[in-house]
């Protein structure tokens, strides 16, 4: 676990900042701070609340925004399965780590829970301490899309993609994914490419 | 209750669930081999769509603007071997650096 969090380490910032900035869009779309807070402390999945608080300051209603972000958070369906062997422990105990499952802990984890919760752990932190500076101290913290953050985070994905495709099947899977997911960008709605590029995993069920 | 709250109670039990799946419902099963080796490929492919989605995603569009400079520092990052933060860093400023360009 401490491996985790040293790992982690220089995401924080970046987390707390793009935590800060749902804060800040959060209020914009009429959510009171304390509500922005709960929602970063119990749902802890950025691109969904974004998605959800999008919905609704855009007009939208309740109904659109939560089938928007559950969308997105499907993926995390696989993505427990991956890792479920490595959950050990009361099912209590192992509700409340599966929490701390998030792309980048999960990526950076590589199969170790300790790992996992160790990112986790610190990514939980930056993120609704950032929320909570950004819905109270709002505009004054300015546009978080001139930092970068967004281009940040494909950089990030690519890089732990990298430490991944260590073998011939791995690859082959990763460009399916990426074209499979480009193409459905288009033509289905925000989440439904990233759940759909796990069907190139597939190409792994007969293969002894 | 406002609309604001209703979202927040929906999305966040709505997401507790998804991620419990695994860890609570599949945990210290032993799968069947194939499927181990289907499970082994969810990472490398669920992370390749989101290098896809988080650089050329614009909501139901296809885009080319900044973030792909940050995509591109983040490959030559990841190229010359460069640790973890450094790959975030030159992928934030090189994003935020063409931004300030446009």
């Known amino acids: ?208 | 209750m406002s609309a604001g709250w209703a979202t927040v109670i929906a999305v966040g039990a709505g997401t507790m669930l998804l991620k419990a799946v695994g860890p609570v419902g599949v945990a210290g099963r032993t799968l069947p081999a194939s499927l181990e080796r289907v499970l082994e490929l969810v990472a490398p492919a669920i992370l390749a769509a989101l290098v896809v989605v988080e650089t050329f995603a614009g909501g139901r569009h296809l885009v080319v603007d900044a973030r792909l400079a940050g995509a591109g520092a983040g490959v030559v990052c990841v190229l010359a071997r460069a640790p973890l933060w450094v790959v975030v860093l030159c992928g934030a400023l090189a994003t935020a650096g063409v931004r300030a360009l446009q």
Do not use: C
């Open chain 1, 1 to 208: 676990m401490r491996r985790g969090m040293r790992l982690a380490a220089p995401l924080f910032p970046a987390a707390a900042a793009l935590g800060a900035s749902f804060g800040v869009l959060a209020r914009t779309a009429h959510l009171d701070a304390a509500a922005a807070v709960v929602m970063s402390a119990t749902t802890f999945a950025g691109s969904s609340q974004v998605a959800a608080v999008s919905v609704l300051g855009g007009g939208g209603g309740v109904a659109a925004a939560v089938a928007a972000a559950l969308l997105l958070n499907a993926r995390y369906a696989p993505i427990g399965i991956s890792v479920a062997r490595s959950f050990r422990g009361s099912v209590a105990k192992r509700l409340a780590q599966s929490q701390l499952v998030v792309d980048e802990s999960w990526a950076l984890s590589r199969g170790d829970r300790g790992v996992l919760l160790g990112v986790g752990v610190m990514l939980w932190f930056a993120w609704v301490g950032g929320t909570a500076i950004g819905a109270l101290a709002g505009q004054a913290i300015g546009d978080p899309a001139a930092f970068g953050l967004d281009g940040a985070f494909a950089a990030l994905f690519f890089a732990l993609l990298a430490t991944l495709a260590r073998s011939r099947s791995r690859v082959v899977v990763a460009i399916a994914g990426a074209a499979l997911a480009a193409v459905l960008i288009p033509f289905t709605a925000p989440g439904v490419p990233i759940i759909a590029a796990t069907a190139a995993a597939f190409a792994g069920w007969r293969r002894a």
